[in-house]
């Protein structure tokens, strides 16, 4: 009997021991391909399956782009955040926009917040990192930075950048300004330390315009938003690479769009996806709309006051 119950102890030990090196071997496998996947390794992969995906072309849907204007609230942000200060007057659009960009990535660097914002809007945001934590993720920078912009009179939202691969959880989020000088959006991301997209004759691109360089091959150049100035980064190129495959953005975006604040918070309608013909979002929710018609989604955003 003490035999039987030494070999069935031996057994159970020796069962534990392999799950435990199971769980050490998936571990340091996760952690072997986070260092050793870095997306500037992937580069090439990322722009083959931009390449080959399916186009994004006029389909059937039918939806509007709206930004609603709020002069009150916008008033508050402007006398809270002395935008005055940022830029001068006559300043063209695109002159604003990097101004108000450059002054979100100064003051707040990247993290993933382990305590997140009570409330969601420009105010609320900005005294969350002084009262709570000094940085947050990408989609507060671009909830942030959108508000500021609106105040500023700019037409502009905030969109969701997505990959390919649904077990890919990490997407990014920038916002775009509509440039009425040049009749197109054009990309700027406030958050890790601040960049934009130009083409070779430093025209800002828009994520629809990064999207086709990247099939096309044509040359871009990155921008550091704090320098103002050209930078090779490598990361950065594979990162939006990565994740320009889809998009997703609010039909109607306006002040408080995502604001926990049940006495303020607007409205959440629905999400529109722009997806590749033959593409399924993977984001499940029970009101959105998918589209491959990237002509109404880059198309100029109509206003209500």
């Known amino acids: 009997m003490k035999k039987f ?4 102890c031996g057994i159970f030990a020796f069962i534990g021991f392999l799950t435990t090196a199971g769980l050490v071997y998936a571990y340091f496998a996760k952690y072997y391909i986070s260092i050793h996947q870095r997306p500037e390794r992937r580069y090439d992969d990322y722009v083959q399956l931009l390449r080959t995906s399916g186009t994004l072309e006029t389909d059937t849907v039918t939806f509007e782009m709206k930004i609603i204007q709020d002069t009150i609230r916008a008033k508050e942000i402007l006398d809270y955040f002395h935008l005055d200060s940022l830029y001068d007057a006559d300043a063209n659009t695109w002159t604003k926009a990097l101004a108000i960009g450059r002054f979100v990535a100064s003051n707040i660097p990247h993290d993933n917040q382990e305590i997140e914002p009570e409330h969601r809007n420009a105010v609320d945001l900005w005294e969350y990192t002084k009262n709570v934590a000094p940085a947050f993720n990408c989609r507060l920078h671009s909830i942030l930075t ?13 969109v969701t950048c997505l990959p390919e691969d649904e077990d890919d959880n990490d997407c990014h989020v920038v916002n775009e300004v509509w440039l009425p000088e040049l009749g ?12 934009y997209i130009c083409d070779v ?4 691109l828009s994520l629809k315009e990064i999207r086709e ?13 704090l320098k103002n100035a050209p930078t090779k980064s490598r990361f950065y190129s594979a990162y939006m690479a990565k994740n320009t495959y889809w998009f997703r953005c609010p039909e109607t975006l306006s002040y408080y769009q995502e604001d926990c604040d049940e006495n303020r918070k607007r409205e959440a309608g629905r999400h529109i996806n722009l997806v590749p013909a033959g593409f399924e979002s993977f984001i ?12 109404i989604f880059w198309a100029a955003p109509s206003e209500e006051l």
Do not use: C, Q
Request: proline share 2%; hydrophobic share 45%; net charge negative.
């Open 5 to 8: 119950l030494k070999i069935v």
């Open 146 to 158: 959108f508000e500021l912009m609106l105040a500023a009179g700019l037409d502009a939202r905030y």
């Open 184 to 195: 197109k959006w054009a990309m700027i991301d406030s958050d890790m330390d601040g960049h």
């Open 201 to 204: 004759d430093a025209v800002p």
């Open 213 to 225: 360089h990247y099939i096309s091959g044509e040359d871009m150049v990155i921008y550091d938003l």
């Open 284 to 295: 499940e929710d029970n009101d959105n709309l998918s589209t491959s018609n990237a002509n």
